[in-house]
């Protein structure tokens, strides 16, 4: 037997419960690991409140992790006892140990430290197909981050700086700004007292920006697509304030021929090729100092309620690993 938090009911950080659970052998396909360090992510909290659904309670949540491999299944060729590995999106994250899929995990090379490893598959693989592939940041463009100083934020800042753009980020408070601007963010926006739609309409002379990342949603989606020039990207990757209601297209017209998309990390790492290319982007920009994986916060894995509440009250900036 070992732990992981489970929840019975959906629920607030309270419905997070240190359970024995059975992890048994590994079957056709699978190996068992021993987890090193688990990642703390948004998609958590809405997975234990109910507003992502999960296939059957009780359930382990948590979607990222890394570890050593302790056993493998029947035909598993392709990891070994004693390998190092990290992953996401897997639910069941929250444990001491568990049985994964071969297939989804990512083996680590020795110069990431596991805690780096659990803090970045998931935000970085999300950071990457997000200025790679939703819209592919230019050298010379001037984009928009929403919550800049959060676990995504940050990546998203310094990469977009690295590949050659100017990044215009929000966040809630003057220590976010200068933790934003310290990692590539060259116009923090404290939008609990700024308007941001006239600050990036000054920051861009008028021009409003090809792109905004968006993983605020509700608060946000509206005025985020006000920032945006004609013709301009409107990525909305999450709901941190909330789901984001309804759309009347019609007003993608009246705003300039406006594109909206509301991408997951789920539908672009869902074939092992992607994922593999997708980490392999995300090492090398991190290899190259391009990157830094801010661990801000560390709490003990049984103390998952308390790291929940910290994310859900904006406490937390960068990224967030427990400890099994
Ligand atoms: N689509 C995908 O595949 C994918 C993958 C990973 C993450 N995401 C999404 O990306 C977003 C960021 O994820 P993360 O794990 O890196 O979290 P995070 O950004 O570290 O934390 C969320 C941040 O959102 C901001 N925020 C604004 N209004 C908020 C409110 N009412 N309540 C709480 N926070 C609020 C806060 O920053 P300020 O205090 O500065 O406002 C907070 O720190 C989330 O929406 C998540 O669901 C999506």
Known sequence: MVHAIRIHEYGGPEALRWDEVEVGDPGPGQVRLRQT??????????????????????????????????????????????????????????????????????????????????????????????????????????????AAAGGVGLILCQWAKHLGATVIGTVSSDEKAELARANGCDHPIVYTRENFVNRVKDITDGQGVPVVYDGVGKTTFMDSLDCLRPRGFMVLFGAASGPVPPLDL???????????????????????????????????????????????????????AEAHRALESRGTTGSTVLLP
């Open 250 to 304: 019609q007003l993608l017209a009246a705003k300039g021929s406006l594109y909206v998309t509301r991408p997951t990390l789920f539908t672009y790492v869902a074939k092992r090729d992607d994922m593999m290319t997708s980490a392999a982007d995300l090492f090398e920009v991190v290899h190259a100092g391009g990157v830094n994986i801010n661990v801000r916060q560390t709490f003990p894995l049984r103390d998952a």
């Open 37 to 146: 360090a688990v990642g703390l992510n948004y998609i958590d909290t809405y997975h234990r409140s109910g507003l992502y659904k999960l296939p059957q309670l009780p359930a382990v949540i948590g979607t990222e992790g890394a570890g050593v491999v302790e056993a493998v299944g029947p035909d598993v060729t392709t990891l070994k006892v004693g390998d190092r590995v990290a992953y996401a999106p897997l639910i069941g994250a929250y444990a001491e140990s568990r049985l994964a899929p071969a297939d989804r995990l990512v083996p680590l090379p020795s110069w990431i430290e596991d805690r780096q490893a659990a803090a970045m598959m998931l935000q970085g693989m999300t950071a990457q197909f997000l200025i790679r592939s939703t819209y592919a940041v230019q050298p010379g463009d001037t984009i928009l981050v929403q």
